[in-house]
């Protein structure tokens, strides 16, 4: 049983991972701008707090759960919402490590969310696996998940744990997903532009058990028994599959056709810049979290999909 700390809890990811760890007993902070309408989701059996300062410096957190971050899909990239997604990732994470650097007892664990976005995107047809090692690249996408990153690597001079959690597209009952399926069930799916792109991802009940086990490992040794202060883990399914691949699989499980192609002109009109997330993709595989020990319950996207679908 541990004192953890939550920013984005009222998210999608963040009311699953809270409902685990309130069946696993932990005592739970939501850091959030509406705690009167977070308390209905939670029915009262988490602490609210609108801003760090209602936390003493006398608080006790063992565990930081930082998964707070604005929309990335949905209005175009434009100057103003660039600094909306900065703002919302890069801010937040160093008001939380100021938090730590004045907290008289220091969390031992620091978990921050990233995204392969990260690896920025691949030529089309490039088959290259991406691994934690791999480099980012000169884009928005990689540059915020850089400073992002920066910002939480800082909360290690304070003798703290930090776990960099890079997401692929998370598949659930909220999220994309049920957004991707609309046209499959429409029987109006297809590839996107050439639909060679990579889409890696990962099924939310591999996500939370992901972190609940990397939480464990943790428990398990002592802050300054830890050789390295900050570890990167790739969150994804260790099978990326094609844009293509993806409708197809989902269309044969809801037994639609897939015939329909979305040419890429439309979507870069529509989108802009942000259409790369559609468009491009990476081929990203969770070396670390396998070499942890880590086994995943949905390896493959037909069974998550059939899982998720079939619900």
Same mark, same amino acid.
Request: proline share 4%.
């Given at each position: 049983?541990?004192?953890?700390?939550?920013?984005?809890?009222?998210?999608?990811?963040?009311?699953?991972?809270?409902?685990?760890?309130?069946?696993?007993?932990?005592?739970?902070?939501?850091?959030?701008?509406?705690?009167?309408?977070?308390?209905?989701?939670?029915?009262?059996?988490?602490?609210?707090?609108?801003?760090?300062?209602?936390?003493?410096?006398?608080?006790?957190?063992?565990?930081?759960?930082?998964?707070?971050?604005?929309?990335?899909?949905?209005?175009?990239?434009?100057?103003?919402?660039?600094?909306?997604?900065?703002?919302?990732?890069?801010?937040?994470?160093?008001?939380?490590?100021?938090?730590?650097?004045?907290?008289?007892?220091?969390?031992?664990?620091?978990?921050?969310?990233?995204?392969?976005?990260?690896?920025?995107?691949?030529?089309?047809?490039?088959?290259?696996?991406?691994?934690?090692?791999?480099?980012?690249?000169?884009?928005?996408?990689?540059?915020?998940?850089?400073?992002?990153?920066?910002?939480?690597?800082?909360?290690?001079?304070?003798?703290?744990?930090?776990?960099?959690?890079?997401?692929?597209?998370?598949?659930?009952?909220?999220?994309?997903? %049920?957004?991707?399926?609309?046209?499959?069930? =429409? $029987?109006?799916?297809?590839? &996107?532009?050439?639909?060679? +792109?990579? @889409?890696?991802?990962?099924?939310?009940?591999?996500?939370?058990?992901?972190?609940?086990?990397?939480?464990?490992?943790?428990?398990?040794?002592?802050?300054?028994?830890?050789?390295?202060?900050?570890?990167?883990?790739?969150?994804?399914?260790?099978?990326?599959?094609?844009?293509?691949?993806?409708?197809?699989?989902?269309?044969?499980?809801?037994?639609?056709?897939?015939?329909?192609?979305? %040419?890429?002109?439309?979507?870069?009109?529509? =989108? $802009?810049?942000?259409?790369? &997330?559609?468009?491009?993709? +990476?081929? @990203?595989?969770?070396?670390?979290?396998?070499?942890?020990?880590?086994?995943?319950?949905?390896?493959?996207?037909?069974?998550?999909?059939?899982?998720?679908?079939?619900?």
């Amino acid at each position: 049983m541990q004192k953890v700390l939550v920013t984005g809890g009222t998210g999608f990811i963040g009311q699953h991972l809270v409902r685990q760890l309130l069946l696993a007993g932990h005592h739970i902070t939501i850091l959030t701008r509406q705690p009167e309408e977070a308390q209905k989701l939670f029915l009262g059996k988490v602490i609210f707090i609108s801003s760090l300062s209602d936390l003493a410096p006398n608080t006790v957190i063992d565990i930081i759960i930082n998964l707070a971050g604005a929309r990335i899909l949905g209005w175009r990239w434009s100057t103003r919402r660039k600094k909306v997604l900065s703002d919302s990732r890069i801010k937040l994470t160093q008001q939380l490590v100021d938090w730590v650097a004045c907290a008289e007892y220091k969390p031992k664990l620091f978990l921050s969310a990233s995204a392969i976005g990260f690896y920025g995107i691949q030529p089309v047809g490039d088959q290259t696996i991406l691994t934690e090692g791999s480099l980012p690249q000169d884009i928005f996408m990689s540059q915020l998940c850089q400073q992002w990153e920066a910002v939480a690597n800082s909360v290690t001079e304070y003798n703290v744990q930090l776990i960099i959690m890079r997401f692929g597209l998370v598949l659930g009952a909220q999220g994309a997903l %049920p957004m991707m399926l609309r046209p499959v069930k =429409l $029987g109006l799916s297809g590839r &996107l532009g050439h639909g060679a +792109q990579w @889409i890696s991802w990962i099924h939310i009940d591999d996500l939370l058990a992901a972190i609940n086990h990397l939480i464990q490992q943790n428990n398990s040794i002592k802050n300054n028994d830890a050789k390295q202060k900050t570890v990167i883990y790739n969150f994804t399914a260790p099978e990326a599959v094609t844009q293509l691949s993806f409708h197809k699989i989902a269309a044969s499980i809801l037994h639609r056709p897939c015939v329909i192609p979305t %040419p890429s002109w439309i979507l870069r009109l529509l =989108l $802009g810049e942000q259409a790369d &997330l559609l468009l491009e993709g +990476q081929r @990203i595989f969770p070396a670390n979290l396998l070499s942890s020990g880590f086994t995943f319950s949905y390896p493959q996207l037909k069974h998550a999909l059939s899982h998720l679908i079939k619900k």
